[in-house]
């Protein structure tokens, strides 16, 4: 996914030839990749607003299940079930956009 792209390239903070140069494959797969991420944030967007912001504090504030828990004033274990949840939700609604 887009998100595990962008891992990739915080970690490589060279640049290669290939980067500078824009090529049209290049540019297809970041369009592709910026509506893909367009539709996630739109996935979310639509959750109820608990699963949102376990959603967003897990993959956006990079946190841990027992801090999203803390923060909550829930038990880590509903914070693990409840961003399950979320996930198998946004996973249905990409199928289902992919299909399209």
């Given at each position: 996914m887009w998100y595990k792209e962008l891992e990739k390239r915080s970690r490589h903070k060279t640049d290669s030839l290939d980067d500078t140069i824009p090529s049209n494959e290049n540019v297809e797969n970041k369009t592709l990749d910026n509506l893909e991420k367009v539709e996630v944030f739109r996935l979310m967007h639509n959750l109820d607003d608990v699963t949102k912001e376990v959603m967003?504090?897990?993959?956006?504030?990079?946190?841990?299940?027992?801090?999203?828990?803390?923060?909550?004033?829930?038990?880590?274990?509903?914070?693990?079930?409840t961003y399950y949840r979320g996930k198998q939700k946004i996973m249905k609604g990409m199928k289902e956009w992919n299909v399209n």
């Open positions: 967003y504090l897990r993959l956006a504030g990079e946190l841990q299940f027992s801090e999203i828990a803390a923060i909550l004033g829930k038990t880590e274990n509903w914070a693990r079930v």
